[in-house]
């Protein structure tokens, strides 16, 4: 099956029109919200930075394609949430098996 980053972009954005949000949230009301669910950001930096450089010193690294490269980045980032946060909030991991898909998608390209 072709990758269709439209379609995942599309689906994407559908998805977050059915999230539910207060109708006005100031940037620090939305910034106490998700840490509850994901954690302190600056654990969520330092787990994120060290998956993606333990990711770089894979042999196969370089030659994978950038699909394969940013799901594995963005996985990293799920990741180091759960690893930080709520590793119950299912988001969490509803995001990491979409970028594996698209990341699976893409193993049907040259």
Known sequence: MPLNV???IAELAEAEKHR????????????TERQTTHGDFSD????????????????NWAGMNPVHREAL?????????????QATHDDHWKDVAGYATLALQACDKP
């Open 44 to 59: 969520n930096a330092k787990h994120g930075q060290a998956l993606r450089e333990y990711y770089r010193t894979s042999p």
């Open 73 to 85: 980045d963005q996985i990293a980032g799920k990741l180091s949430r759960i690893l930080s946060g």
């Open 6 to 8: 439209a379609r995942c």
């Open 20 to 31: 539910e949000y207060p109708d006005v949230m100031s940037t620090t009301a939305l910034l």
